[in-house]
Nanobody, 121 residues
Framework: QVHLVESGGGLVQAGGSLRLSCAAS????????MGWYRQAPGKQRELVAV???????NSADSVKGRFTISRDNAKNTVSLQMNSLKLEDTAVYYCNAIFMTSFYSTPKDCWGQGTQVTVSS
């Protein structure tokens, strides 16, 4: 099983920056995709950005040009650099990993506990 621990959330003024980090630990053969999702009050969880083990990224249109996802495969970590934060970026941010426990296993996904990001005016 994989355990994800997030860090880096907090309170920031609009226009400011935050960096989220997520570390994966546990018995894993390979982590395929890692990423960040967020959920604002009263809304559904949505994709923010994901990155494959090969470095291919995908991100929501709302964060393009402002957020950058990166990954360290050797350390099983993923980070999200968030710049030019807006009020609408306020949400709980969740780390996600799709992993395999062996070469023949079915990919599974795992979620972190979430970290609050609050952007104030």
């Amino acid at each position: 099983q994989v355990h994800l621990v997030e860090s880096g959330g907090g309170l920031v003024q609009a226009g400011g920056s935050l960096r989220l980090s997520c570390a994966a630990s546990g018995s894993v053969f390979r982590i395929n995709t890692m990423g960040w999702y967020r959920q604002a009050p009263g809304k559904q969880r949505e994709l923010v950005a994901v990155i494959t083990s090969g470095g291919t990224t995908n991100s929501a249109d709302s964060v393009k040009g402002r957020f950058t996802i990166s990954r360290d495969n050797a350390k099983n970590t993923v980070s999200l650099q968030m710049n030019s934060l807006k009020l609408e970026d306020t949400a709980v941010y969740y780390c996600n990993a799709i992993f395999m426990t062996s070469f023949y296993s079915t990919p599974k996904d795992c979620w972190g506990q979430g970290t609050q990001v609050t952007v104030s005016s």
